[in-house]
Every structure is written in C-alpha cells, then in structure tokens.
C-alpha cells in the first residue's frame, strides 16, 4: 500500500513563530487532507488539497502531485495550534485514506 | 452545520463483552468510513460502506462486523473483546465514495475501553 511519511515527528515553538510540516507519498493520490487532532482527540479538518495551494487565515497548505509532497505552513502560531497534523492521503477510488505519523506540534507561551 | 454523530462517546467494556458503536454521518453524504486509533498511533482504516454496501476492507478483525443502514447511518459490532481493542474509534463520512472529491469529515470519536 501507499506509504505517508511526515516530518518533522516533533516540533516545540514559541508563541507568534512559523513552522512548515512536510508529508510525502509513495504513489500518486487522488485526495489529500491535513487534518489537526487536537488534545480531546478531536479531528478538524484543515485542507482538502490534492493538488494547488490553499490557504485559511493563519494556515496554508501547497500540494505539489507530481513530486508526491505536500507542506503544511503555520504562521504567527498560538498556543492553541499544540496537538497533532496529521496529513491523509486517499489512492485506492474506494475512499479510504492512509494516514502519516503525525507532527506533534507544541507551542509555548 | 451538521456535523457527523457518533455515539456513545464513551464505553467501559470487560473482556469478552461485545459492544456497538453508531454513526449517524452528514445529511447527503452516503459513504461512511471507520477508523480505529490506538494510543499514540495514526488512525487506520477498517472499512467503508457506500449506499449500503460495503466499498472497502482494512485491518478489521474478524470478531468485529459493520453495515450501513437505508438511512445511511452505520454500526459497528465488536464482539469478544480484547484488551488491545481499547482506542478511539472514528466514523467519517463523504458526499461520494466514488467520485475523485471525496473529502472526508471525521465524527468526535468514540473512545472504547476494555478492562
């Protein structure tokens, strides 16, 4: 199956600094999400990005198809983005999506 | 806006009891998605439905069943529980299994433990 590989695994940053997560795939997808699971384990939804750039707010995000990555950035970053990205991708025209590792993001006042 | 329903949020279960857990997904949507997510691990898929067949299979034990209802929500039969069935157990839906636009919108979770 699809392989989904994040990096970095960790990341600590102070309050208001950027950060740029990275996922890479084995194969070429058809569907790609970021997602943030947040410390009740909740998971929200960030981008539907299978190819382009999208952004929202503080967050934007750039999936590059033809290279098999994709880059989650957070800009000015708050205490409140601590928790989870995970990125999931989607290959199979079945729907089930393959999830990453994770980041685990902590921000620190 | 409607979010996807799943219940119950929380359950305490012995070895060897069964439990089901429901999900209701998002009015319209008629693909439904179950992911299990163990401590500290990514969730992994276990199956699909769409319009009530089954689309998709994953790591689903076999002690555990699922199936899709004509209103679409679905329900997930776990039997002879095991201590390594605790985890969160996600429901997701989408607007089509088949279609290239299927993003998937993630329940609450339930978060099952087995003692």
């Known amino acids: 199956g699809i392989q989904v590989e994040q990096s970095p695994p960790d990341l600590i940053l102070q309050e208001g600094a950027n950060s740029t997560l990275r996922c890479n795939f084995s194969d070429s997808v058809n569907n790609l999400q970021w997602f943030h699971q947040n410390p009740w384990g909740q998971l929200i939804n960030l981008f539907y990005?299978?190819?382009g750039t999208k952004q929202n707010g503080r967050l934007s995000a750039t999936t590059v198809a033809t290279e098999r990555y994709s880059l989650l950035y957070i800009s000015s970053s708050q205490t409140t983005d601590s928790g989870v990205y995970f990125c999931?991708?989607?290959?199979?025209?079945?729907?089930?999506?393959?999830f990453g590792d994770g980041t685990t993001l902590t921000v620190k006042p | 806006a409607a979010g996807v329903i799943q219940s119950p949020r929380h359950l305490i279960k012995e070895k060897r009891e069964t439990a089901t857990l429901k999900c209701y997904p998002i009015p319209r949507h008629d693909t439904v998605y179950w992911y299990q997510q163990g401590p500290g691990q990514d969730p992994q898929f276990l199956i699909s439905?769409?319009?009530?067949?089954?689309?998709d299979k994953g790591s689903i034990p076999d002690r555990f069943s699922a199936q899709q209802f004509s209103d679409y929500h679905s329900e997930l039969n776990m039997s002879s529980l095991e201590l390594g069935d605790s985890a969160l157990y996600f429901c997701a839906s989408s607007p089509t299994g088949t279609s290239t636009n299927n993003e998937q919108f993630f329940g609450p979770g339930t978060r099952l433990t087995v003692l």
């Open positions: 439905f769409y319009e009530k067949m089954q689309s």
């Open positions: 990005i299978p190819s």
């Open positions: 999931a991708v989607e290959n199979t025209n079945a729907g089930k999506s393959t």
